[in-house]
C-alpha cells in the first residue's frame, strides 16, 4: 500500500471517527461481561445471554432498518447511530452511580448496540461510495482494516488497566464518548450528499425486509461468499468462547497472559492489510481472495494441542498469529470483493442481511458450542470446530463464478464499488 496514497479530506474525517469509535470499543472490551459478574453478581447463564440473546435480538431489531435507511442520506443516520450509542452506553455509568443498575438494563443496551452496530456499517457502506474513486477502494479497506487491529493491540491492554484502577464501569463511560467524538468527526466532514431516490412508494413495504437476502442467494459469488464468512465467523468466535474457559480456568493462565495471548498476534494484522494491495496488484485479487481464505481456516485445528504454562501460551499465540495474518490480508479484499458485486440501490439492505446473518450465526454457534464443550470437553469441542474450518474454503466463490456478472434482480442499479465501515466484536470477525 502506497503511504502517499491520498483519499481526501472528507475520507480522513471518516477514517478518523472510526479509528475513535474502534479504539473505544477496544478499551471497553470485555465490559459487560464484568459488570455483570462483579457488580451484578451474575451467573454463567446471564453472562452468556449478554453475547448471545443480546446479539441475536438486536440482529432482530436491525433487520426492518437496512430497507428504510436504503432509502434516506446516509450521513444523518451515521451521526444519529453514534448519538444513539453514545446516549444507551451512558445509561450505564448513571445507573451504576445511582445504585439502580440491573441486568435487564445491561441487556436491553447491549441489544441497542448491537442493531445500532449493523446500521452503521450498512449505512457507512453505502455513504462511502460518494467520497471514493472505485480504484480507491482497496486502499481505503487496507486502512480501515489496520485500523481495526491497532486498535486491538493498543486498546484491551489500557482498558485492563483502566478497569483495575477505576472499575469497568469506567471503560464504558469511555467507550460512550468514542461514538460521541465519532458523531462530531462525521458532522465534520461537510460535503453534499444526493438524495437517494425512493423506488416506488414512500412507505416500506414487507417484502422489502427480505430483499437483501434475496439479492445474496440470487449471485453465485455473493452467495459462497455469504456461506463462507457466516461459517468462518461463528465457528471462530465459538473458539475464543471455549479459549476463555479453557485458558482461564482448567490450564490456569493468568488474565494478563490470556490477553497478551490475543493482543500480541495483532500485529500479524497489521502487517497482513498492508500487504493485501501489492498482492492483489501481483496475483490478482480472486486468487488473494481464496489462498488467504485457505489459509486461515487451517490455523484453530492446531489449538486442540494447547497445554498449560509457557508452552501453551507460545502454541496459542503462534496460532493467533497466523490466523490473524490471514485475516489481515483477506478481509479488506474480500470486503471489496463483495461490494464491487452489490448494485448501488442495494447497498444498504445487502449490507444489513449479511450483518445479520453473521451475528446471529455467530450467537447460535457460540451457544451450540458451549453446549459441546461442557459434554465433550473444550479440547474436543475446538477440535471438532476446527475439522470443520477445514471445509470453509469450498464455499469460497469459484474464479469461473467471479468473472461472470452478477444475476440482475427486478430493479437493481447500476454497480459502484463501496467500502464498509464499523468494528466487529473481533476483527478476525469481518462482516
Known amino acids: 500500500m502506497r503511504s502517499g496514497h491520498r483519499l481526501g479530506r472528507q475520507f480522513g474525517w471518516l477514517w478518523g471517527a472510526y479509528g475513535t469509535s ?26 452468556a445471554a449478554l453475547s448471545s ?52 438494563q445491561l441487556l436491553l443496551v447491549s441489544v441497542v448496540v448491537a ?41 484491551p491492554p489500557l482498558g485492563g488497566a483502566a478497569v483495575g484502577l477505576l472499575g469497568p464501569v469506567a471503560t464504558v463511560v469511555a467507550d460512550a464518548v468514542s461514538y460521541l467524538l465519532s458523531a462530531l468527526g462525521i458532522s465534520a466532514m461537510g460535503g453534499r450528499e444526493p438524495r437517494p431516490e425512493r423506488r416506488e412508494a414512500a412507505r416500506m413495504r414487507a417484502g422489502d425486509l427480505l430483499d ?48 497478551l495471548a490475543f493482543a500480541a498476534p495483532a500485529i500479524g494484522g497489521l502487517l497482513g492489510a498492508r500487504l493485501a494491495r501489492p498482492l492483489v496488484t501481483r496475483f490478482g485479487q480472486h486468487r488473494v481472495l481464496v489462498v488467504t481464505g485457505t489459509l486461515r481456516a487451517l490455523w484453530p485445528l492446531g489449538l ?30 474480500y470486503a471489496t470483493y463483495r461490494l ?30 458451549g453446549v459441546l464443550g461442557g459434554l465433550l470437553g473444550p ?25 461472470r456478472g452478477s444475476p440482475a434482480p427486478i430493479r437493481t442499479r447500476p454497480r459502484r464499488a463501496i467500502r464498509v465501515s464499523g468494528a466487529p466484536s473481533s476483527p478476525k470477525e469481518r462482516t
Open 22 to 47: 474502534a479504539l473505544g470499543t477496544w478499551l471497553a472490551f470485555g465490559a459487560f461481561p464484568l459488570i455483570a459478574i462483579q457488580v451484578l453478581h451474575a451467573g454463567p447463564a446471564e453472562v
Open 53 to 104: 440473546v443480546g446479539a441475536l435480538a438486536g440482529a432482530a431489531v436491525a433487520v426492518p432498518l437496512g430497507p428504510w435507511v436504503e432509502f434516506r442520506r446516509k450521513r444523518p443516520v451515521l451521526i444519529t447511530v453514534d448519538l444513539v450509542r453514545f446516549a444507551a452506553l451512558l445509561t450505564i455509568p448513571i445507573a451504576f452511580a445511582l445504585g439502580v443498575l440491573s441486568f435487564v
Open 115 to 155: 442493531a445500532a452496530d449493523i446500521t452503521f456499517r450498512a449505512a457507512s457502506g453505502a455513504y462511502l461510495k460518494t467520497l471514493l474513486r472505485a480504484e480507491d477502494l482497496l486502499v481505503a479497506n487496507a486502512r480501515f482494516e489496520s485500523t481495526a487491529w491497532t486498535t486491538t493491540i493498543i486498546g
Open 212 to 259: 437483501g437476502w434475496r439479492y445474496i442467494l440470487a449471485d453465485a459469488t455473493l452467495r459462497a461468499l455469504f456461506f463462507n464468512t457466516a461459517l468462518f465467523n461463528g465457528l471462530v468466535m465459538a473458539i475464543d468462547a471455549l479459549l476463555a474457559v479453557l485458558m482461564l480456568g482448567r490450564l490456569g493462565f493468568a488474565p494478563w497472559q490470556y490477553g
Open 304 to 333: 486442540v494441542f494447547l497445554g498449560p504454562g509457557t508452552g501453551g501460551l507460545l502454541l496459542v499465540m503462534g496460532v493467533e498469529l497466523g490466523l490473524i495474518f490471514c485475516c489481515g490480508v483477506f478481509n479488506p479484499v
Open 340 to 369: 464491487e458485486r452489490t448494485a448501488t440501490g442495494r447497498i444498504t439492505r445487502t449490507l444489513s442481511a449479511w450483518s445479520v446473518t453473521t451475528k446471529a450465526s455467530t450467537a447460535l454457534l457460540t451457544a451450540v458450542w
Open 379 to 403: 479440547h474436543t469441542a475446538i477440535g471438532l470446530a476446527g475439522v470443520l474450518l477445514l471445509a470453509t474454503p469450498l464455499l469460497l466463490p469459484r474464479r469461473g463464478a467471479a468473472h
